[in-house]
């Protein structure tokens, strides 16, 4: 597999993605000099014995106690240690191996005050695949203290980790991969845990789930078009240039290219001259998705390619200033904007149910014996999942407590925001393919042939899918008539 560089240039979310399937990373030389110069200007601070947040004074609500010579050699490691509180399940792999790469390119923009051997040891564990156990809940979006401490546990020997099937103590994760634990020094222990790792590259991964459950939402529109003899009209280019979205524009070619030679495509095709609203504004709507889907792209690639360090190390103006570059702010609100988005894509899905259902019993002969049906038995599931949706789209980044009224009292709920939207997807998944297979339900009693070029190629898929798991539905279905012989 190809080897990821850091570098001086952004690194692009497909880069990131990369690594987090499994490719290697390595840092220029360019990169090396710049993390070393910011390296120089945290040694002659504290040759100068300035007073520098985390470096010279405590943290938190000891920011204006200073430190003894003793105390700052023992800072960056009690840093390390004091700060991995969580609970929850562990964190995926990817949401880790994301998190590691988010951090070693933040270190690599030079403003973090770290050593070049941090870097290279972030590097060495994601080439080894040694990967940190990191609980889930432990960060309020002010700078991922908890979950990038458990990282950096690891790196120094401590903490948990997953190498090679196993989880074991992470200085014995690190034995077997060959990668000799760091020795803190300098600024190094803030710098590893004073980062939005998790954040950030949670986010990128469920950015590019939000982009392929918007193309599968348009997907499921189009079907259940086929099934209910939608009015394209809807598509047409003149509707989106009318408009001026690029979100709607997009979402309306790819349904147009889903349903190039369908039927109803052809004049006289539309059993209406208009439907109900969750066919007519599908453009508008899952156009809004894919305007938010890019809004937190752009989020989460600033983000991913800044120096969000505090104290930030200034190059040219030789200090450390006290900031607030950890505050991931417009990412935050971008997820929860995301999330709202998404509420929406699936309540049209929900609408259009309905009206499946409707199609299918409207259609269906007096006296007739339903055929086998799958999404007409998941009707309620989606009415049920629909609540949950909208539940999830609610607000994550305004309730985060004061963490300390007279230093920390407030945070972004970033991690939350991000992680709700994850949820909020598998919740949009589930009803999209309950929407699925209603339009095949409604296809099959009528014996309808579907020709559009994307939604055909569906239709199969859908048949494929019900197929192999046919045993169990069979036995449904033979249950029921066994029980219910009217039906």
Known sequence: MATVTISESPLSIADLLGVVSGAGVQLDDGTRARIAAGRAVVDRTLGAHQAVYGLTTQVGHGKDTRLTDEEIRDQQLWLVMSHSGGIGRALPTDVVRAALTVRLNGIARGGSGAG????????????????????????????????????AQVAVGAGRAEYGGEVLPGGEALRRAGITPLELGGKDGL?????????????????????????????????????????????????????????QVAAADHLRDVLAGSALTAPGGARSVQDPLSFRVVPQVHGALREYVTAAGRAVTTELNAAADNPLVSVPDDALLSNGNFHPMVLAIAFDALRIAVAHVGQLSERRTVQLWDAFFRQMPEGTPPPSVYGLQLRPTAAALLPELVQAAAPATLGVPPLDLGVEDHGTGAPLAVRRTDEALHMLEDLLAIELLLAHDVLAQAAASVTGAGTAAVLATVKEAIAAAAPYADAVHVELRSRFPSI
Do not use: F, W, Y
């Not at 990967?131 to 458990?150: C, I, R």
């Open 116 to 151: 070049v051997p941090a870097a290279e040891i972030l590097a060495d564990m994601l080439n080894a695949h040694v990967h940190p156990v990191v609980p889930e809940t432990s960060s309020v979006g002010a700078g991922d203290l908890g979950h990038m401490a458990s990282m």
């Open 191 to 247: 710098a590893l845990i004073s980062a939005n790792g998790v954040s950030v590259g949670h986010g990128a991964l469920v950015l590019a789930r939000a982009a392929r459950v918007a193309e599968a939402a348009d997907v499921a529109a189009a079907l259940s078009m086929e099934a209910t003899g939608a009015n394209l009209t809807v598509l047409h280019p003149a509707v989106g240039r009318a408009k001026g979205i690029a979100g």
